[in-house]
């Protein structure tokens, strides 16, 4: 529960304003807090004008999120993440560029990077041995032609190793096809307005060019100007 305060600004600043949505998290978060500080917990359930005590009231179960709803939150994360991101990256242009950031372009994984994720996550989530994964990796449809040995070099090099520090909610996430460009089309403005530049433009397209080559699964490239 000590990540809801950032939850909740973060719901602030995206212009949540549902007073009902506040009261029931404000009822969930209090059931929370019971067990580590239950003075506090029974106050806050008074303020919400309970007349008895919440040490003898039951958490209900949460119903389970459709998937639309994940997808909302899986949205929500992964532009909370890129804005981590666009900030770091804009310290840097900072310092190369005269005056300040104006706009910038966001190059988004290219689609084979993001099939070859996917083959890798789901080979480790069926048990198997990432050791195994090369050979496996060589006879996939998409891994075949011209880019063959760019595939097959890019996994051992720089996939490989990048596998093992996405956690669970991330491989989740990626397996799941989370659309980066439609999500962070629709928060434009808000990005933008986060990271004090003018516009942005969202470039998903399927060839190597710029700094396309270095943008990952769930981390595009950002070239401020």
């Known amino acids: 529960h000590f990540e809801l305060v950032k939850d909740i600004n973060w719901y602030l600043r995206r212009g949540g304003n549902n007073r009902n949505l506040g009261i029931e998290i404000l009822e969930k978060w209090t059931h929370l807090i019971s067990i580590a500080t239950p003075h506090m917990a029974e106050d806050w359930w008074k303020q919400l004008g309970n007349d008895d005590l919440i040490a003898g009231r039951k958490l209900s179960t949460p119903d389970s999120l459709s998937r639309d709803e994940e997808i909302s939150i899986e949205s929500e994360v992964y532009l909370r993440s890129f804005l981590e991101q666009g900030r770091k990256v804009a310290k840097i242009a900072s310092k190369h560029l005269d005056g300040a950031l104006e706009s910038a372009i966001v190059h988004?994984?290219?689609?084979?990077?993001?099939?070859?994720?996917?083959?890798?996550i789901n080979h480790?989530?069926?048990?198997?041995?990432?050791?195994?994964?090369?050979?496996k990796l060589a006879n996939l449809d998409f891994a075949q032609g011209d880019k063959r040995g760019e595939i097959m070099a890019f996994w051992g090099k720089r996939m490989l190793p990048q596998i093992f520090k996405w956690s669970d909610a991330e491989k989740s996430m990626i397996t799941g096809g989370l659309d980066e460009a439609l999500v962070?089309?629709?928060?434009?403005?808000?990005?933008?307005?986060?990271?004090?530049?003018?516009?942005?433009?969202?470039?998903a397209g399927v060839g190597d060019f710029g700094r396309s080559s270095n943008?990952?699964?769930l981390a595009p490239a950002i070239v401020y100007s």
């Open 124 to 135: 480790l989530n069926e048990g198997n041995n990432i050791k195994t994964f090369a050979q």
């Open 184 to 203: 962070l089309e629709n928060a434009s403005q808000f990005i933008c307005s986060e990271l004090g530049i003018s516009s942005i433009v969202i470039e």
């Open 108 to 120: 988004i994984s290219r689609p084979w990077r993001n099939k070859l994720a996917i083959a890798a």
């Open 215 to 217: 943008a990952f699964p």
